[in-house]
């Protein structure tokens, strides 16, 4: 049992009494370790147990010494310069015996003195330490002589081996990037390990992470997708990464940050530090070696593990594969977990089963379920509650059972949006001029316009229309013939093809009069349907391109499987009709007007 404190400053005779003025730093030195006594020895203290202070008092701040008038021409020689600077001959010898512990440890030469370097902070406290030691100890001693750098370097060595971290602390500062405080907390976590096995894990750490990025794998998307989109109680797993991801999100560069290890790795080890608890061999690489069996790429690894760094805990046949099964072997594991790692916590795993029991009530076919689970994951993050509100929200406009499950199906991201942000681009469509029912229709037909912006895509879209020549009052017809168009790249698309348009010989009015008359125009590649079509109309059938203008539905059918072969059958009967006459009809009106020998009149 340790002395209790009042025994403590019952000072015996044959302890060493200190001058009243380091009374306060005596005082604090019981407080923070009551068992330790400043033993006597020929009226000297021994240096080891004045440093053992030190070893207690480690978590205070580094701090610079400054010259004061009232110092004692009897102080130590100072090791900080006028200019208020370390003295580097200092440094460098504390540097060494830095170096020295670690090597001392197991760590090779080259790298303790990389670490020694990288590790300024923690040399820094040493160096505060001994200089603390150096004005308490040397102000009881009338005897003052120059200390040595040899010296200097020996009392360094001392005061860090009696820190008592093995050289854990600098190590962890420079290879890791913590901060001292956090350096000292993980330490003493990992006061088992040796320098070398820490070492070699956070190497291994590190290559897994942060080597060959090719910035290919979107991670900082991924998480603030995943973020955004959670809407359900959290187990203390995704809790902790949920935290690990806002560290890196505060940071100036935010989330792009997390795919750096100089931006990253620290904030990884202060919210895992039992990372560095994990065998290597038994335990990180088989969780590597097992996530490439189940289909994830190599270079793709890094992103599962940075956006839930808790699988490295997680056993591989008692808690993994079990999990695996419960989503099913036709749901492609590898991929589902590449795009929303958190689908192995508990918490997300019971949601899971909840949304399927709601699907399975609302009558969802189970495809549909499983195709929207498989594109877009991330929908299990999302709470019940809210997939209640959105449906009921699309059944509001008219959307029947059978579009709906379609939605599902293929554009599951709908059910994800805000009420707010559906309302908002319903309310835009409806003054445009669109009625209820045609809204509806767009959300069966095109559900990615509700998930667009207003003034970033919609807005524009209108505008392009507007200026190409289209009234206002068609624009709602415009619309419902091809509401795709909203989805349409401007620049990309619709511009493009408005410009080959001029070029064959339309005016800017026809092009106009084409699009309200047949609004899909826009939305046809330029080389695989407008170029061959136009070409065979004007040099295979030798027809005026103002046939198109009155018929530009033309550009809708198959070239090879109803344009020529009708062209070609009325060519052979030398029968000349219009576009609309020639691809209008039906197979059976057709071959009745045109195959049966008596051609309607043109």
């Known amino acids: 049992m340790p002395p209790s404190t009042s025994s403590l400053f019952q000072v015996p005779s044959n302890w060493l009494v200190l001058p009243a003025h380091h009374s306060t730093r005596l005082h604090r030195c019981f407080l923070l370790t009551p068992q330790f006594h400043l033993q006597h020895s020929d009226q000297l203290c021994t240096y080891r147990h004045l440093a053992d202070y030190f070893h207690h008092d480690s978590h205070r701040s580094p701090r610079r010494r400054h010259s004061s008038s009232s110092s004692s021409s009897s102080s130590p020689p100072s090791i900080t310069s006028d200019d208020g600077y370390e003295d580097e001959k200092h440094k460098q010898a504390a540097r060494e015996a830095v170096s020295e512990i670690l090597q001392e440890n197991g760590v090779s030469e080259e790298e303790s003195n990389e670490i020694a370097i990288k590790a300024p902070k923690y040399l820094e406290m040493l160096m505060d330490s001994v200089r603390d030691l150096d004005e308490l100890f040397q102000s009881t001693n009338s005897s003052n002589t120059s200390s040595s750098l040899s010296s200097y370097k020996k009392r360094v060595f001392e005061m860090g081996k009696q820190k008592g971290d093995k050289g854990l602390v600098p190590l962890l500062e420079s290879m890791v990037g913590l901060p001292l405080p956090s350096a000292i907390h993980i330490a003493r976590y990992l006061s088992a390990h040796t320098p070398p096995s820490l070492l070699h894990k956070v190497k291994y750490l590190k290559e897994i992470l942060f080597s060959n990025v090719d910035g290919k794998v979107p991670i900082a998307s991924s998480a603030q997708r995943m973020m955004l989109h959670l809407s359900v109680p959290v187990d203390e797993d995704v809790q902790q990464t949920l935290s690990f991801l806002e560290k890196i999100q505060a940071r100036r560069g935010g989330l792009h940050l997390l795919g750096s290890g100089d931006g990253s790795f620290r904030y990884l080890i202060e919210s895992f530090p039992r990372l560095l608890l994990l065998s290597v061999e038994s335990h990180m690489?088989?969780?590597?070696?097992?996530?490439?069996?189940?289909?994830?790429?190599?270079?793709c690894v890094r992103s599962i593990l940075l956006l839930y760094p808790p699988i490295l805990f997680y056993d591989i046949e008692k808690e993994i594969k079990p999990r695996r099964q419960v989503y099913g072997d036709d749901m492609e594991f590898g991929k589902l977990l590449l795009k929303y790692p958190w689908i192995l916590s508990t918490s997300i795993l019971k949601n899971y089963e909840e949304i399927l029991t709601f699907f399975y009530a609302e009558k969802v076919a189970v495809v549909s379920i499983r195709r929207a689970i498989k594109g877009l994951p991330v929908l299990l993050g999302c709470s019940v509650g809210k997939l209640k509100l959105m449906i009921q929200q699309l059944r509001e406009l008219g959307v029947t059972e059978k579009m709906l499950h379609q939605v599902i199906g293929t554009s599951p991201q709908l059910l994800m949006q805000k009420p707010r942000e559906l309302c908002q681009v319903v309310m835009y469509l409806k003054?445009?001029?669109?009625?209820?029912?045609?809204?509806?229709?767009?959300?069966?037909?095109?559900?990615?316009?509700?998930?667009?912006?207003?003034?970033?895509?919609?807005?524009?879209?209108?505008?392009?229309?507007?200026?190409?020549?289209?009234?206002?009052?068609?624009?709602?017809?415009?619309?419902?013939?091809?509401?795709?168009?909203?989805?349409?790249?401007?620049?990309?698309?619709?511009?493009?093809?408005?410009?080959?348009?001029?070029?064959?010989?339309?005016?800017?009015?026809?092009i106009a009069f084409m699009v309200g008359r047949f609004s899909p125009l826009l939305g046809y590649s330029i080389e695989e349907v407008l170029r061959p079509k136009y070409e065979f109309l004007v040099k295979g059938m030798q027809k005026p391109l103002e046939e198109v203008v009155e018929y530009p539905r033309y550009f809708s059918y198959s070239l090879e499987k109803k344009i020529k072969p009708r062209f070609w059958a009325l060519k052979d009967r030398n029968c000349e009709c219009s576009l609309k006459d020639m691809l209008g009809k039906n197979d059976e009106e057709f071959a009745a007007d045109y195959m049966s020998g008596n051609p309607p009149p043109s």
């Open 285 to 299: 690489k088989p969780m590597v070696d097992f996530l490439r069996y189940i289909g994830v790429p190599k270079d």
């Open 431 to 510: 003054g445009l001029g669109l009625e209820d029912e045609s809204v509806g229709r767009m959300v069966g037909r095109c559900p990615e316009i509700f998930m667009t912006n207003i003034d970033k895509t919609l807005k524009k879209k209108v505008e392009f229309l507007l200026e190409l020549g289209v009234s206002r009052k068609h624009l709602p017809r415009v619309i419902r013939k091809y509401p795709e168009l909203f989805v349409c790249d401007v620049n990309n698309s619709m511009l493009p093809r408005m410009m080959y348009l001029l070029k064959i010989g339309l005016s800017k009015r026809e």
